[in-house]
């Protein structure tokens, strides 16, 4: 059972448009959301992050907006860069229970900018 | 500098064998984690340990056992290696557990059971 979707597995982009990475939940009782960004053959690093009481958080060219109605969330990338290719993670902490502190992670979308 | 840093990199072994896989963080974090992404991609956490302490223990055979003999450190051994073991197991750290914060992975130990 997918807690976490992220319902396109690639996404390809032309340099300096925007790029849109897409991740649906299904848990309401998720309080913090981030997005993590793969190369291959490296683990994941941290990008950014949003609490579930902000609707959207900016970081450069970066900026996550979370829409709590519909349990979705979204991170805009603008301009998009060759450098910026790779697989994003979105990932979601469960707040109560069991999965307190856990952080609950979407297959992945691999975004290709191309120059 | 790394991090967090895995070894080995690439594991390859037969069924049967047992096997380590050793994590060090270098940032002061009191809280390690080890991940387990399977050939459909997920991500999944295993174990989670704060100050040399389990908490988190997902749904994971006991043939899995971490061990962290200090803050810094926090290994993972597996008995009797199976064919669905084979995946890719990251070690994490953070601050703290359960806080509004994020986890730095390391590369990745790619395990391959023959």
């Known amino acids: 059972d997918q807690q976490v979707k992220q319902n396109s597995p690639s996404l390809s982009v032309q340099e300096g448009r925007i790029s849109i990475l897409n991740c649906d939940y299904t848990?309401?009782?998720?309080?913090?959301f981030l997005w993590y960004k793969k190369y291959p053959a490296e683990g994941p690093t941290f990008l950014i992050s949003?609490?579930?009481?902000?609707d959207k958080n900016e970081d450069g060219r970066f900026t996550v907006f979370l829409n709590k109605s519909a349990k979705h969330l979204s991170l805009h990338i603008v301009p998009s860069q060759p450098g910026d290719s790779a697989v994003y993670f979105c990932?979601?902490?469960?707040?109560?229970?069991?999965?307190?502190?856990?952080?609950?992670f979407g297959k992945g979308t691999k975004l290709s900018v191309k120059p | 500098d790394t991090a967090v840093s895995q070894t080995p990199k690439y594991l390859v072994t037969q069924m049967g064998n047992d096997k380590s896989i050793k994590c060090e963080q270098n940032?002061?974090?009191?809280?390690m984690y080890w991940y387990k992404q399977d050939s459909k991609k997920f991500l999944k956490i295993m174990f989670s340990?704060?100050?040399?302490?389990?908490?988190i223990n997902e749904t994971v055979p006991n043939r899995f056992s971490p061990k962290s003999p200090d803050k810094a450190h926090l290994n993972l051994h597996i008995n009797s290696l199976e064919l669905g073991d084979s995946a890719v197991y990251f070690c994490?750290?953070?601050?703290?557990?359960?806080?509004?914060?994020?986890?730095?992975f390391g590369p990745g130990t790619r395990l391959t059971v023959t």
């Open positions: 994490a750290s953070s601050r703290m557990p359960g806080l509004a914060d994020e986890q730095y």
């Open positions: 848990n309401s009782m998720f309080d913090y």
């Open positions: 949003i609490s579930s009481i902000k």
């Open positions: 990932a979601a902490r469960g707040a109560y229970g069991g999965s307190q502190g856990n952080l609950i």
């Open positions: 940032l002061g974090h009191d809280t």
């Open positions: 340990y704060n100050n040399k302490e389990l908490i």
